[in-house]
């Protein structure tokens, strides 16, 4: 890949998460999903530009996203 490549993936992941967060704000549930792959897209480019920090908040975000996502079904 290439430098432009790798910068469009990162704001491609930055996108999902922004819209993750802005459907969260609208209180819907696919808020998730969008934070889901925004925050896979992440982890991915952690390896990428070898950003260990990047892919371990990746992923703790990732793990709370799926947390999130089942604490918000039992609320209901």
Do not use: E, H
Request: hydrophobic share 50%; with cysteine; glycine share 10%.
């Amino acid at each position: 890949m290439n430098t432009f490549q790798i910068d469009l993936l990162g704001w491609i992941g930055f996108l999902f998460i922004m819209i993750g967060y802005y459907f969260n704000a609208k209180r819907r549930i696919n808020c998730f999903y969008f934070w889901g792959i925004g925050n896979c897209i992440y982890i991915l480019y952690g390896f990428i530009i070898d950003a260990i920090p990047i892919i371990g908040m990746s992923i703790f975000v990732l793990i709370m996203n799926v947390y999130g996502y089942y604490y918000w079904n039992d609320s209901k």
